[in-house]
């Protein structure tokens, strides 16, 4: 988030009251307005190293105070509706609100329109706003928000200097768009593309900068993508060591660590797959308990670690036919199905990998109740997915499996017709 250049910024968590009530008392509105947005962006740093909610509410609520009131032509107008767009946008990843997203967009076009051309600010706020369009292109899929996201990091991209110190993300940033495009379309330019300008982005990157390591691992992860669709062994092990690297070089207490250690399990266990060596399985599951257990309670991030271990742990289980690593892998997805908000746009994948676990336990059993119970939560992802969405067909034919396995199990033609 953006600073703010008044010197009670390090008064403001201990003082913030006194100070508001003060600065009312003398009828200096624009400094309140500043003390809020101080606040907030205090708030807002609190929440990303702590996890804590309640700090992002409160953060919004002063951003919010800071907007209200601020002219257009203000020479602070353009970073208070950036902030509160920034703190918002933190807020739909923890909720899955869609309404926070669009705020957050509305917020940061209106920053743009009231940012002079050629400002140093503008590449970064452009950059913000193709963030934003990125997020919301992931949960609603539409193609015209992923499109105007890589013409605006291009934009952003194209007017900033090359010493710019933004530069390094905004280039990071457009590599991470095109890899979605890619994942859209098959494209392979945009891939390579998305591999170029991410390991440019490393390459400029100084050794002792703060995201040096997230981007290191943004460039394995687009090499593993790389690998997947090649078959060439050498980018996913290239993508490892980026991805080692970048955990070796964060801090145990950096509020990054735990998704870096998850993206290192996630190759890791690609490499298992493709080699069916038990030690890449085994070290994938070490990392991902390690992320699990840094991670806090209330992060947003958790319910997708936590899938990753349980889907490490069936791996294993298939591997060894352990049973208590199925039941491990059960019990981890359940507990990160209930932490997920309802409208969260990832509670259907969650459902639909503990389904599949379940069904699984019911074929190494046999117990009719672990197949009722994968029933039950297929229906679930059936009943909570949009009708247009392009997975819908196949949980139709899990549920109609299920169903279908029901019956031979049961000899009841009720399950049967439901299936049909």
Not at 162 to 183: C, F, Q, T, V, W
Request: with cysteine; aromatic share 4%; hydrophobic share 35%.
């Amino acid at each position: 988030m953006a600073s703010t250049p008044y010197i009670f910024e390090d008064f403001v968590p201990h003082n913030f009251d006194y100070l508001l009530v003060l600065l009312a008392e003398h009828h200096h509105d624009d400094l309140r307005r500043e003390l809020c947005a101080s606040y907030a962006v205090e708030k807002a740093e609190s929440f990303q190293c702590l996890g804590q909610i309640k700090d992002l509410e409160e953060a919004i609520e002063k951003a919010r105070w800071a907007v209200e009131g601020t002219a257009k032509e203000h020479e602070s107008c353009a970073r208070r509706l950036t902030n509160l767009g920034n703190v918002l946008s933190h807020r739909y990843e923890c909720t899955g609100k869609l309404e926070d997203l669009e705020e957050a967009l509305q917020m940061t076009r209106q920053a743009i329109e009231v940012t002079p051309g050629g400002h140093p600010d503008l590449p970064a706020i452009m950059n913000n706003l193709g963030s934003k369009l990125g997020r919301r292109y992931a949960c609603t899929g539409k193609t015209e928000d992923l499109e105007e996201a890589i013409q605006v990091t291009r934009q952003a991209v194209d007017i900033t200097p090359d010493n710019h110190p933004d530069l390094i993300a905004i280039m990071n940033n457009l590599g991470n768009k095109l890899e979605s495009r890619y994942k859209r379309t098959g494209k392979m330019e945009d891939l390579e593309e998305a591999v170029q300008v991410t390991r440019q982005a490393v390459e400029v990157t100084p050794e002792y900068h703060l995201d040096r390591a997230a981007i290191m691992s943004n460039l394995g992860n687009k090499l593993e993508s790389r690998y997947r669709c090649t078959g060439k062994i050498e980018d996913l092990k290239k993508a490892i060591q980026m991805t080692q690297e970048a955990v070796e070089i964060t801090p145990d207490n950096h509020p990054n660590l735990a998704t870096l250690r998850n993206n290192l399990g996630n190759q890791l266990s690609r490499q298992y797959e493709c080699t069916k060596k038990i030690e890449d399985l085994q070290e994938a599951i070490q990392v991902l308990r390690q992320a699990v257990k840094i991670t806090p309670n209330d992060h947003p991030n958790l319910v997708a670690i936590m899938n990753n271990l349980g889907n490490n742990l069936e791996s294993r289980y298939e591997h060894t036919g352990e049973i208590e690593d199925l039941k491990e892998a059960i019990r981890l997805t359940r507990q990160a199905v209930k932490i997920t908000p309802d409208n969260h746009p990832d509670l259907a994948g969650g459902l639909n990998n503990l389904g599949n676990k379940l069904s699984r336990q019911y074929e190494h059993t046999g117990k009719i109740e672990y197949l009722e119970e994968a029933i039950r939560v297929t229906q679930q992802v059936v009943e909570i997915m949009p009708n247009d969405h392009p997975d819908l067909a196949g949980m139709l034919n899990n549920l109609e499996n299920l169903l279908s396995r029901q019956y031979e199990c049961t000899g009841k033609t009720g399950d049967l017709g439901e299936a049909s």
